[in-house]
């Protein structure tokens, strides 16, 4: 291990990328520590104590939202947008040609779109943001310079998080908006701990046990279906040009059981937290009918039932969502064809392309239901033990494993091209 890490720093490029991420993490972590004015901070603690839906918000947010800063909405206006713009390439064919057709050009044009529809999302976040702090009087009473103060400085925020994100992602060693998020939690665990040890009581010795066997049963798992895939075997034509032979050789083709990564886990984040923040919002309108829907709404989300189904279904559909987008059966098909290259078995194009799609589908749903397990295992354990600590953290050790394997895999790509390049 610790060979493979003086390799690392042995090569300049990849050690420069390595200290650039670095240093745009900890310019996150500074600017989320950099509170709004007007915030009664003694109010704001109490308010995060055992609230689960700001502590998986605050998570979302990469831990700008507990200390209510300059960057409280973190990451989740982009991510949200994101959303939205990749349904669109499902629904609207002209986006989904920008997306997948256009190259280089139009994928840069999809990106400044979504870059776009962030602002105003960030702004009514922002808004929902101020109404439910207000009503918990951790803001005072604010006039409309210091409301709409605060809003312009969330959206800049915000566009701050998704520029450092995007400058992340350019050197290849992994997802920026991710980065974040791993950043945000990472930075939580001290005070988790901490917590944990002042609440320590003796006699649930063994509860604490079981909430240890269940942290490690979800890495184990995390890594398990991040690492696992399907081999499907491909053989080459011989074919003669002039004097010499080409092909006839055998490979495979890897499927991977979870296509989409960390991605459906925040996407379905994203929409969990969504209904109850558009609720605590209405909750401050005058219709008592609006206030009462707004009531059921948020009484519903802090039913444990209910919430642990739908983080489980909202997992379950965004892996499949996902996985439609990155995953094309046809352009492989067409691919394979134009290489010369077949599956066994199975005639080219079409044939070939239905045959992907179905085994892509089946390998998806068990990768699926096994990634909605392990979302809501902790919710599972918290319910049991009645221990609130950890119950945000599924979402947390999800984000965590799969944001170091991946980053892993991404650093010993680059190593691997480097070995290519001297040899």
Same mark, same amino acid.
């Not at 996150?28 to 007007?38: D, E, H, S």
């Not at 996407?267 to 558009?278: K, N, R, T």
């Not at 492989?332 to 070939?352: A, D, V, W």
């Not at 049991?384 to 600590?389: E, I, K």
């Given at each position: 291990?610790?060979d493979? @890490?003086?390799? *690392?720093f042995?090569v300049?490029?990849?050690?420069?990328?390595?200290?650039?991420?670095?240093?745009?993490?900890?310019?996150?972590?500074? !600017?989320?520590?950099?509170?709004?004015?007007?915030v009664?901070?003694?109010?704001l603690?109490?308010?995060?104590?055992?609230?689960?839906?700001?502590?998986?918000?605050? @998570?979302?947010?990469?831990?700008?939202?507990?200390?209510?800063?300059i960057?409280?909405?973190?990451?989740?206006?982009?991510?949200?947008s994101?959303?939205?713009?990749?349904?669109?390439?499902?629904?609207?064919?002209?986006v989904?040609?920008?997306?997948?057709?256009?190259?280089e050009?139009?994928?840069?044009?999809?990106?400044?779109?979504?870059r776009?529809?962030?602002?105003?999302? !960030? $702004?009514?976040?922002?808004?929902?943001?101020?109404?439910?702090?207000?009503?918990?009087?951790?803001?005072?009473?604010l006039?409309?310079?210091?409301?709409?103060?605060? @809003?312009i400085?969330?959206?800049?925020g915000?566009?701050?998080?998704?520029?450092?994100?995007?400058?992340?992602?350019?050197? $290849?060693?992994?997802?920026?908006?991710?980065?974040?998020?791993?950043?945000?939690?990472?930075a939580?665990?001290?005070?988790?701990?901490?917590?944990?040890?002042?609440?320590?009581?003796?006699?649930?010795?063994?509860?604490?046990?079981?909430?240890?066997?269940?942290?490690?049963?979800?890495? !184990?798992?995390?890594?398990?279906?991040?690492?696992?895939?399907?081999?499907i075997?491909?053989?080459?034509?011989?074919r003669?040009?002039?004097?010499?032979?080409?092909g006839?050789?055998s490979?495979?083709?890897?499927?991977?059981?979870?296509?989409?990564?960390?991605?459906?886990?925040?996407f379905a984040?994203?929409?969990?937290?969504?209904?109850?923040?558009?609720?605590?919002?209405?909750?401050?309108?005058?219709?008592?009918t609006?206030?009462?829907?707004?009531?059921?709404?948020?009484?519903?989300?802090?039913?444990?039932?209910?919430?642990?189904?739908?983080?489980?279904?909202?997992?379950?559909?965004?892996?499949?969502?996902?996985?439609?987008?990155?995953?094309?059966?046809?352009?492989?098909?067409?691919?394979?064809?134009?290489?010369?290259?077949? @599956?066994? $078995?199975?005639?080219?194009?079409?044939?070939?392309?239905?045959?992907?799609?179905?085994?892509?589908n089946?390998?998806?749903?068990?990768?699926?239901?096994?990634?909605?397990?392990?979302?809501?295992?902790?919710?599972?354990?918290?319910?049991?033990?009645?221990?609130?600590?950890?119950?945000?953290?599924?979402t947390? *050790?999800?984000?965590?494993?799969?944001?170091?394997?991946?980053?892993?895999?991404?650093?010993?790509?680059?190593?691997?091209?480097r070995d290519?390049?001297?040899?």
């Amino acid at each position: 291990m610790l060979d493979k @890490i003086k390799q *690392i720093f042995k090569v300049r490029e990849l050690r420069n990328k390595i200290l650039f991420i670095v240093a745009i993490l900890v310019v996150f972590r500074v !600017a989320a520590n950099i509170p709004l004015p007007w915030v009664n901070t003694e109010q704001l603690k109490q308010l995060f104590e055992g609230n689960q839906f700001l502590g998986l918000l605050n @998570i979302f947010s990469g831990g700008g939202l507990s200390n209510i800063s300059i960057v409280l909405l973190g990451v989740g206006p982009y991510i949200t947008s994101s959303i939205i713009m990749q349904l669109l390439t499902m629904i609207v064919p002209r986006v989904e040609q920008l997306y997948k057709e256009e190259g280089e050009a139009g994928r840069q044009k999809f990106n400044m779109i979504t870059r776009w529809i962030t602002v105003p999302l !960030a $702004g009514l976040q922002t808004s929902a943001m101020i109404a439910l702090l207000k009503s918990q009087n951790v803001f005072g009473q604010l006039d409309a310079f210091q409301t709409t103060s605060i @809003i312009i400085i969330a959206i800049a925020g915000t566009v701050f998080l998704m520029w450092l994100g995007e400058l992340i992602t350019e050197k $290849g060693i992994g997802n920026g908006v991710s980065f974040l998020i791993f950043a945000g939690i990472v930075a939580s665990l001290p005070s988790l701990v901490s917590q944990l040890l002042l609440t320590f009581d003796s006699t649930q010795l063994f509860t604490y046990i079981l909430l240890l066997a269940a942290s490690l049963v979800t890495v !184990a798992g995390v890594v398990m279906i991040t690492e696992g895939q399907r081999n499907i075997p491909v053989s080459y034509a011989k074919r003669i040009r002039g004097s010499k032979t080409y092909g006839g050789s055998s490979t495979h083709l890897p499927l991977r059981v979870n296509q989409a990564g960390v991605i459906p886990i925040i996407f379905a984040i994203s929409i969990m937290l969504f209904p109850s923040m558009l609720a605590n919002f209405l909750v401050q309108v005058d219709n008592e009918t609006v206030v009462s829907f707004a009531n059921f709404v948020n009484n519903l989300f802090q039913n444990q039932l209910f919430y642990g189904a739908m983080y489980f279904v909202l997992v379950v559909l965004f892996t499949y969502f996902y996985t439609a987008v990155v995953f094309d059966p046809n352009k492989i098909s067409e691919n394979l064809q134009k290489q010369g290259g077949y @599956i066994p $078995g199975i005639r080219p194009g079409k044939p070939t392309s239905e045959f992907l799609y179905k085994i892509m589908n089946r390998i998806t749903l068990a990768g699926s239901m096994f990634l909605g397990t392990i979302a809501v295992l902790p919710l599972i354990v918290q319910g049991l033990s009645g221990v609130s600590t950890f119950t945000i953290g599924g979402t947390s *050790i999800l984000i965590v494993v799969s944001v170091v394997i991946e980053t892993i895999k991404q650093i010993e790509g680059q190593m691997v091209m480097r070995d290519y390049e001297g040899f």
